[in-house]
């Protein structure tokens, strides 16, 4: 199965990404060279936990924008769903073969004295800040499938990355949804967005699009967080340098919530504290864009 190879080779940092396309109803391995060369690139980076029509419809908003701003040109525009992995049982700085293996002897030896259990306070030091506290408790409510606030360790950990792996299996359920739609699907486990950035400028010198927002989404988290650059010498402003540099521009979709109310991610709309000038010259400088009410579709609007 070419989606659980992608995963695993992912999870297990033996690629920073692996990119797919659906050929013949199926998705299949690509090669990034000959699939987004000397092409546009629109990227969406998401979990997709579910995939509702407000993705398709940041997508699709987005690639209008970018036909708009740059013409059709000779070759169309790459469509890419990103789709985020963390492997839970590596720190992030410590991608090695065997510290990830050190690293799962340890949690395994920690909780054989509990049963093999993990309470969700375990969980959350676990996971630690590669997701949000709201991703972290929907993930825990995911595998305590038997509402006991406790997980077992089996089903968090497993190294022979067979189909019954819950993790594998959610996974995989995640492309079952998008089984129907025809964009290309990047898996990685890009954490920053100027790196996803970088990976994409390595096979293609044609705009690149990433687009974000929608939904609940915090470009305050996303991109003005400093703990994200923390490990990075020049900090934010670095990051925004090195994003910006290969004609590369982000795009945030308005977000709506659960009553249908629509709210543009405008400057004037946005509180980021320190950085509300920062926000501002970017996108007056056309870095970032921000989409309005009028760049959403009546499907956009649905939630399901």
């Given amino acids: 199965d070419a989606r659980l190879l992608a995963y695993q080779m992912v999870q297990n940092r033996l690629a920073q990404a692996v990119l797919l396309e659906k050929k013949d109803g199926y998705f299949q391995q690509a090669v990034p060279n000959s699939t987004l060369y000397k092409r546009p690139v629109v990227v969406e980076r998401s979990r997709f936990t579910p995939l509702t029509n407000l993705h398709a419809g940041v997508l699709e908003a987005s690639t209008r924008w970018l036909l708009a701003d740059v013409g059709k040109g000779d070759r169309p525009p790459v469509q890419m769903l990103n789709i985020q992995v963390d492997d839970l049982t590596v720190p992030v700085s410590h991608p090695q073969s065997m510290q990830r293996l050190r690293r799962m002897r340890e949690l395994a030896l920690k909780y054989v004295e509990r049963d093999g259990l993990m309470s969700f306070a375990d969980f959350q030091e676990f996971v630690g800040d590669r997701m949000s506290k709201d991703e972290t408790a929907v993930l825990f409510k995911d595998l305590d499938v038997n509402a006991k606030g406790a997980v077992e360790m089996d089903k968090l950990i497993s190294i022979i990355g067979d189909k019954d792996n819950i993790l594998n299996r959610e996974f995989l359920d995640r492309f079952a949804m998008l089984q129907g739609l025809d964009y290309s699907v990047l898996v990685s486990s890009i954490r920053r967005t100027e790196k996803l950035a970088s990976y994409i400028?390595?096979?293609?010198?044609?705009?690149?699009?990433?687009?974000?927002?929608?939904?609940?989404?915090?470009?305050?988290?996303?991109?003005?967080?400093?703990?994200?650059?923390?490990?990075?010498?020049?900090?934010?402003?670095?990051?925004?340098?090195?994003?910006?540099?290969?004609?590369?521009?982000?795009?945030?979709?308005?977000?709506?919530?659960?009553?249908?109310?629509?709210?543009?991610?405008?400057?004037?709309?946005?509180?980021?504290?320190?950085?509300?000038?920062?926000?501002?010259?970017?996108?007056d400088s056309g870095y970032i864009v921000v989409l309005t009410e009028k760049d959403m579709t009546d499907e956009a609007r649905d939630p399901a």
């Fill in 201 to 283: 400028c390595r096979y293609t010198n044609q705009p690149i699009v990433i687009t974000v927002g929608g939904g609940d989404f915090s470009i305050e988290r996303a991109l003005f967080n400093a703990n994200l650059y923390e490990r990075t010498k020049g900090g934010m402003l670095e990051a925004f340098g090195r994003l910006f540099q290969n004609n590369v521009k982000v795009l945030v979709y308005p977000n709506i919530d659960a009553n249908g109310k629509v709210t543009p991610a405008a400057p004037e709309s946005v509180d980021l504290n320190n950085y509300q000038s920062l926000y501002q010259y970017l996108v």
